[in-house]
């Protein structure tokens, strides 16, 4: 079988089974305090031009969301997203669990819109109920987007300025951020988000690391007590090691940046095929993500060769379905499906 | 310097490392539906006697007690646990963080009696304000506990007993359930574990993996919903792989219990050393966790060439402090440790 | 200045401060173990058609909300409510605080619509990243809504219907339920609430009452421990029998279901009077809540002499405000405000 | 029935009654902007030597806790009580619901000793695991105590001392303050609250009121947005001139500490009584509460004409039993309750 069902099918790049293995009885220190977080740490903070003290390794997607909204806001305080960002639909309620509200904002394929943002800010702000309402604390976006679009730089200069003409902090979760940042069609940079974001993160999970995301506050912000939070959240390893590892080595010599290339290269070959052979799209996607608009007919043919999910229904005769290509895809495989399709 | 401050100082035992690089780039699909994942639940079931189904592989040892015990009580029941229990020290309030209070009870070398228990769960039970109250839901052991020491078979029993008395699941934390299981003083089985307990599980972040905890539920109850429950508390991994692999890994010939016994071989070569040469012990611990009360000279001597873990002031002129072994101690560090004392 | 800014602006009925007093040197046992909630209790039970433990009385609609709510659902189930609902708006996130998020969907008129609710469920609960999703476990509906609009008894059937198809129970907020019942406009009766929803309340505060719901179960279905329930959300009054004097006055010779006709009253003769004036309004309302498009300018003249509530802008010219009757309303004070229009 | 069983057997203060059938007619705003509380507050401010918008009217101490506690403490907190403190036994966990632990800490006769808090927060704040525990964010304490004790003024300033070295909060439930300032052996002032305490609270419900407690803040220290924070406990009334009322009449011409002293003259006539009896006692309390050791055979014949509350078996012959005297209770019962001991 073919597989573009995700971007996580795969285990980790090479060269990080090759450290695990190598360093695998250095004897260290627990809880995030090895050698290897260091080194990770410094590695980041001078790529994302921080302070070594400003970065820090966790598990996994949701558990960075829910410790990072729970901890930079106050307990009555919601965190805005768009009404298909990840925290409102899958992410199971924890951002609920630990008190927080997902106030939903309509997107449009997958981003805030700034005037979107400021005219909700600007009517709960001047509400006279204000104070019976939950009270915005923190604005949420992805880049890439759930749908794999990007915001322009200047988008997020925009939503940017929104955010802090209203004192509230911007968090981009950076699950596929490497694949953002290698589009053809990404106009923003590491400098960019450091200006414009007050905290996110660089996702592991999705780009060659078994797991783990690094969190970089960008203003001096990370909340004290942070380790707490983290150990609050179920979120600290013992073997800190584990991710230590893992991004000293992604971030050592660009590793990070550079397979994140032969995903958008995958997609762009996989997207430019389709297009040739008259496929629609529900959304032009730059990024990894690819969403066609498939016949029903063709959707079962393809099943008994090609792993993939479908995403929702178009109309009695299509579907959307997506593809998804990674760091790990094979050109091979990009080919075999073209010639499926 | 010599390592014995605890027992998740290296990575991991060498055959995992090796399985995690054979299956890299086996295409799998996510969040524990992996096909590693299952052989270890297959594998893990048959030695603990469940079904495969009551069987769930999670990240780490807060993480898992935070996810069973809030999937198992009510929102307002709280849990039972001794007062050293981890659940209630050293977990940053992760349990109530989900709402629920830890009800500590005096323990004696760190384990729970079962006297004591019924004591309060009848004194509680049969209060007229015990709407005003919060109602005992779970009790909460560890084996070994927190100091090392072991419940007997008969112990063992003698809780479950009361705990069931009440209508009360009993739940083990067997964060270092290996060690317990290879020490020499032990008269507990795997199979009494599954009479006994409602849910325990099978720690591998001390014993031999990077990562990974593994719950089994030994009364067909696992909590419906339970990938939602994990998902809730930030324990889901999208490479589920990870867990699975060193799973299958250390249940494949009984790897799991086998290195166990290094930690027991060196800890009572040191126990043995150390009273020959006129230690005295805080608690006498038949495990991998000694706790020897030594001159505050000789501490410090020795903090030059021996990295281990203060505990607490015994008088004046001693401490108590604690040495730890693990399946990855050298015998040859644990003689040059006896050598240093 | 006339009072038409909500239903809560005087204090009780006369009758209710007149058996406070009567009764107030009567000793009782505290929390709702008093004589008096129990008579309240039964008047409540008898009209209701439950028996008398499925009645239970709270002191205020956020806090009933976030009782039944909690106490109904499992921790990760979420609470379905139209986006206007008044626990997805007003309620400062007291929903959340407990851990489960309001799932918003689009009304008509304030109201829930049977078709909207059923494809949610279907597209949900065959959704196969449901495990990953907030699961929904009860639906919410305001009767009236917070529009003052009313559900037919057709229409509740229908929700009904949907909710027990998908085992969900049907909670509905009565915070004005007089006001829905006394409506010439109503065709549900305290049957039809029996049977269509699971669990709904009869709001003391804004009819009659200082403060005060009376929460009905009508399946026998009160959540064991319930009174622990409420209070672990603050819910609990020592003296028991501020509630129990004002349900068990308000329930005697239908006192409350009398005083809930001034309302209407008041408001059909207001609503009559503008109509002729040729007002228009953003909503058709046949309770006490009265929704008017009314010139800037008009506005403006009228709040010197009369006391309402600013609801949105309708055009550059014109804004939509709220006028409330209530129980305590004075039809001179209508005329009196009919005049000013 | 002779009623000694607690403090809250009767209604409100006729006073309190009173003002509330005067004013019922008053149109006021909601939410405890009205008038009265307007009022209240005021004169609250005045005898408490605070600004007026330091005073909060709630409507009970369960809520009351919850809400202060929650509202000053980080998420990850906990706050620290005797573990005889009502909200480490009898609030049903409302405390851990909002996430925090109780930090219980052996008391003396019910009282907090500065020394243990002392060497508490210097063994937990010079810990080493400290990231991993549940660091204190406050100071709980009550007075008078649950067993009815009093803190002296060199005790609240020792503990004062201490909380403000770790530069901790101290809250004072002040449930039965009255009772405690009107005892013959306090030497504590109002003055001695504000310099001492950082919060502390005024309580109405047993102190003549039908509900509700008066919440002082002493630095001004309330935290932003406190009524967000009331509403989303479920503590914010729709009337609020029901608390306002209630409190503006209990502090006009000292009217609640008027009203306390018969609570202390009663109950200092039954314990002298009993004393002369030859009766022992559980804990020689200055308040309204007494606890006397009673044979079990007296205890049986007493309960056929005198309400009260078992505490806890003394011996095999005795129990100890608790008789409680409040603003309502007649010296005649006591003398009754006197001739039949």
Same mark, same amino acid.
Request: proline share 2%; net charge negative; glycine share 8%.
């Given at each position: 079988?073919?597989?573009?069902?995700?971007? @996580?099918?795969? &285990?980790?790049?090479?060269?990080?089974?090759?450290?695990?293995?190598?360093?695998?009885?250095?004897?260290?220190?627990?809880?995030?305090?090895?050698?290897?977080? !260091?080194?990770?740490?410094?590695?980041?903070?001078?790529?994302? %031009?921080?302070?070594?003290?400003?970065? @820090?390794?966790?598990? &996994?997607?949701?558990?960075?969301?829910?410790?990072?909204?729970?901890?930079?806001?106050? !307990?009555?305080?919601?965190?805005? !997203?768009?009404?298909? &960002?990840?925290?409102?639909?899958?992410?199971?309620?924890?951002?609920?669990?630990?008190?927080?509200?997902?106030?939903?904002?309509?997107?449009?394929?997958? %981003?805030?819109?700034?005037?979107?943002?400021?005219?909700?800010?600007?009517?709960?702000?001047?509400?006279?109920?204000?104070?019976?309402?939950?009270?915005?604390?923190?604005?949420?976006?992805?880049?890439?987007?759930?749908?794999?679009?990007?915001?322009?730089?200047?988008?997020?200069?925009?939503?940017?300025?929104?955010?802090?003409?209203?004192?509230?902090?911007?968090?981009?979760?950076?699950?596929?951020?490497?694949?953002?940042?290698? !589009?053809?069609?990404?106009?923003?940079?590491?400098?960019?988000?450091?200006?414009?974001?007050?905290?996110?993160?660089?996702?592991?999970?999705?780009?060659?690391?078994?797991?783990?995301?690094?969190?970089?506050?960008?203003?001096?912000?990370?909340?004290?007590?942070?380790?707490?939070?983290?150990?609050?959240?179920?979120?600290?390893?013992?073997?800190?090691?584990?991710?230590?590892?893992?991004?000293?080595?992604?971030?050592?010599?660009?590793? @990070?940046?550079?397979?994140?290339?032969?995903?958008?290269?995958?997609?762009?070959?996989?997207?430019?095929?389709?297009?040739?052979?008259?496929?629609?799209?529900?959304?032009?996607?730059?990024?990894?993500?690819?969403?066609?608009?498939?016949? %029903?007919?063709?959707? %079962?043919?393809?099943?008994?060769?090609?792993?993939?999910?479908?995403?929702?229904?178009?109309?009695?005769?299509?579907?959307?379905?997506?593809?998804?290509?990674?760091?790990?895809?094979?050109?091979?495989?990009?080919?075999?499906?073209?010639?499926?399709?």
């Amino acid at each position: 079988m073919l597989f573009f069902v995700n971007d @996580y099918g795969e &285990g980790a790049h090479p060269k990080i089974l090759e450290n695990l293995n190598k360093y695998n009885f250095y004897q260290q220190i627990g809880y995030g305090n090895d050698d290897f977080s !260091s080194l990770a740490k410094e590695r980041i903070a001078k790529k994302c %031009k921080v302070n070594k003290d400003d970065v @820090y390794l966790l598990i &996994g997607g949701t558990s960075t969301n829910s410790i990072v909204i729970d901890s930079l806001i106050k !307990s009555y305080e919601g965190v805005i !997203s768009v009404s298909s &960002g990840h925290i409102n639909v899958h992410e199971a309620g924890i951002i609920e669990a630990f008190g927080h509200k997902v106030i939903s904002l309509n997107g449009k394929e997958g %981003k805030l819109q700034a005037n979107v943002l400021d005219k909700y800010l600007k009517s709960t702000f001047t509400n006279p109920s204000l104070e019976h309402m939950v009270i915005p604390g923190m604005v949420y976006i992805s880049f890439p987007t759930e749908y794999g679009t990007l915001y322009s730089k200047k988008e997020l200069e925009e939503l940017s300025t929104v955010c802090h003409n209203y004192n509230i902090p911007l968090f981009i979760d950076g699950a596929r951020l490497g694949y953002a940042l290698a !589009s053809t069609k990404n106009d923003v940079t590491l400098d960019d988000l450091k200006e414009f974001a007050d905290v996110y993160y660089i996702g592991g999970t999705k780009i060659g690391a078994l797991c783990g995301e690094a969190v970089v506050f960008t203003k001096n912000n990370m909340p004290s007590h942070f380790t707490t939070w983290v150990k609050r959240h179920g979120g600290l390893l013992a073997k800190g090691r584990l991710l230590g590892i893992q991004f000293e080595t992604l971030f050592e010599n660009d590793l @990070y940046f550079n397979i994140s290339k032969n995903a958008i290269k995958c997609a762009e070959k996989l997207n430019n095929a389709m297009k040739e052979k008259g496929y629609r799209f529900l959304i032009d996607s730059p990024t990894n993500q690819l969403f066609p608009i498939v016949s %029903k007919a063709k959707i %079962k043919e393809l099943s008994k060769n090609v792993l993939f999910e479908f995403w929702e229904e178009y109309d009695d005769e299509h579907d959307v379905i997506r593809f998804v290509t990674s760091w790990a895809t094979k050109e091979e495989d990009v080919d075999k499906l073209i010639s499926l399709l």
